[in-house]
Nanobody, 119 residues
Framework: QVQLVESGGGLVQAGGSLRLSCAAS????????MAWSRQAPGKEREFVAT????????NYANSVKGRFTISRDNVQNTVNLQMNSLKPEDTAVYYC????????????WGQGTQVTVSS
């Protein structure tokens, strides 16, 4: 069982930066693809970035491409999301998620961390 805990959220002005971290406990993240997802009030949850276990390839939602960077530290057992040039529309609860390689659905989720970007 993978347990994920997010940290690093907060209030920031538009144009600012935040770095989210996701720490795993219970087992190593080796063999898991990882993702950051977000949900804004009244909107559906959307994936913003993913990073594969095999090869470390990354993918980003068009809305964050060029501004957000996902990375993983397989020694520290963490996944990070560096968010730059933040916009008010980035305001949401951000969730870390994991899935075993070879599966489709992300089955493991953290509790989320709030990110609020003021204009």
């Amino acid at each position: 069982q993978v347990q994920l805990v997010e940290s690093g959220g907060g209030l920031v002005q538009a144009g600012g930066s935040l770095r989210l971290s996701c720490a795993a406990s219970g087992r190593t993240l080796n063999g898991y693809d990882m993702a950051w997802s977000r949900q804004a009030p009244g909107k559906e949850r959307e994936f913003v970035a993913t990073i594969a276990w095999i090869g470390g390839s990354t993918n980003y939602a068009n809305s964050v491409k060029g501004r957000f960077t996902i990375s993983r530290d397989n020694v520290q057992n963490t996944v990070n999301l560096q968010m730059n040039s933040l916009k008010p529309e980035d305001t949401a609860v951000y969730y870390c998620a994991a899935r075993r390689i070879g599966t489709v659905r992300f089955d493991y989720w953290g509790q989320g961390t709030q990110v609020t970007v003021s204009s």
